[in-house]
């Protein structure tokens, strides 16, 4: 079974500040997902992660992937209110064309 | 373009009965997924299509859930007999599918919430 596992679940973190969210899963994948939920909103893809020692940057978010580890990591750089929304990453199985197994989000909160 | 859309946006419905759920993916898309996301459960995978067919039923809860998918492009999740376990928003999904693993992004809709009574 595939297992997904992010930390922290509920981050609450000032402007200006940085920080980083993790994503272990538990067997070899080869593909890797980092979405962004909006309240009462649906998943907006941000980065997708398909070899290892892979990096995206998009704006103040960074996201990189180290399939050795099974880890990768969102980064994100002098936090403004405008990034405050639920972080899931997901995985796919490998060499699998199935559905992909999330994680259980974490809900991040940017205060002024 | 116009991305994947999903009817209807709510649904109630009493225990019991049952329930059709539409998706409509992103035009070119052979790729296709339902999703649930509940407080308890988080999201989970339900079924994949390629194209018109199902390789992968391994996420349907259970068998009062099936799903179809015509023409390789609209697709429709029914439960059948609701129970209160069901509430969930229902997710759909589509990517390209040109890959053999599908490692595309997959774009997801704006969701049904369901509510059985």
């Known amino acids: 079974e595939l297992k997904v596992e992010q930390n922290p679940l509920f981050l609450s973190m000032q402007e200006g500040k940085n920080y980083t969210i993790y994503c272990n899963y538990s067997?070899?994948?080869?593909?890797l997902y980092w979405y962004r939920q909006d309240p009462g909103k649906s998943l907006e893809s941000l980065f997708v992660?398909?070899?290892?020692?892979a990096v995206k940057q998009e704006g103040r978010l960074m996201a990189s992937l180290d399939t050795k580890a099974r880890l990768s990591t969102l980064h994100i750089t002098a936090a403004v209110h405008d990034l405050s929304a639920t972080y899931f990453c997901a995985v796919g199985w490998l060499g699998g064309a199935d559905g992909l197994t999330f994680g259980k989000g974490t809900h991040l909160i940017i205060q002024p | 373009g116009a991305g994947v859309s999903q009817s209807p946006s709510n649904k109630v419905t009493e225990k019991g009965k049952d329930v059709e759920l539409r998706c409509d993916p992103i035009s070119g898309h052979t790729a296709l997924y339902w999703y649930r996301q509940s407080l308890g459960q988080g999201l989970e995978f339900l079924i994949y299509?390629?194209?018109?067919?199902?390789?992968?039923k391994s996420g349907l809860p259970s068998d009062r859930f099936s799903a179809e998918r015509t023409g390789g492009s609209v697709s429709t999740l029914t439960i059948q007999r609701t129970q209160q376990e069901d509430s969930a928003v229902y997710l759909c999904?589509?990517?390209?599918?040109?890959?053999?693993?599908?490692?595309?992004?997959?774009?997801f809709g704006p969701g049904t919430r369901l509510l059985v009574l």
């Open positions: 992660l398909l070899s290892n020692g």
């Open positions: 299509f390629q194209g018109n067919s199902a390789p992968d």
């Open positions: 999904a589509s990517s390209l599918g040109l890959s053999a693993t599908n490692k595309e992004t997959q774009y």
């Open positions: 067997t070899t994948s080869d593909r």
